[in-house]
């Protein structure tokens, strides 16, 4: 699979990039509608609170949300989905840009591989990398495992 960055925000121009990953036993469609919820985001992943979408009830392509992660508030727009797929997305918050992607894979036989990427660059990652980027991957990694738990609000 090809993967498109936006401009200025691929791992080799930014300061930090992660990747974490889970197998699941769920499906990809099962995940996709779990993760387009973004309101239902908090019920599942600690990390995420107030989130808030412009005039919609879903995260669609194109769709600006807004939420508190990390105690930041970050101005987000989904700049890639590809429904059951990729769902990807660039936030602003305090002098830093990052792109955050979602990839689901199925798996021969049910369940999925998901992985969480993301890059970020800009004052706090110059400033506090080193401290950010452990932070990241132990978070990503329990929004995964809230993810592989979570039950779907609405079908």
């Known amino acids: ?50 989130v808030a979408l412009d005039d919609v009830t879903e995260l669609g392509p194109g769709t600006r949300f807004r939420w508190t992660t990390f105690n930041f508030r970050v101005d987000c727009v989904v700049t890639l989905f590809d429904p059951h797929r ?20 199925p798996r021969p036989g049910g369940g999925a591989l998901v992985a969480i990427e993301e890059t970020q660059r800009g004052l706090l990652p110059g400033v506090a990398g080193r401290w950010i980027r452990p932070c990241l991957l132990h978070w990503h990694q329990r929004w995964l495992e809230g993810l592989a738990s979570a039950q779907p609000l609405r079908a």
């Open 1 to 50: 699979m090809t993967i498109h960055w936006p401009n200025g925000l691929a791992p080799e121009e930014t300061t930090i990039h992660t990747r974490n990953e889970l197998l699941v036993d769920t499906d990809v469609e099962t995940i996709w509608n779990i993760l387009v919820d973004a309101p239902s985001w908090p019920g599942w992943y600690a990390n995420a609170r107030r």
């Open 86 to 105: 990729e769902l990807a997305w660039t936030g602003t918050a305090f002098g830093t840009r990052g792109h955050h992607r979602w990839l689901l894979e």
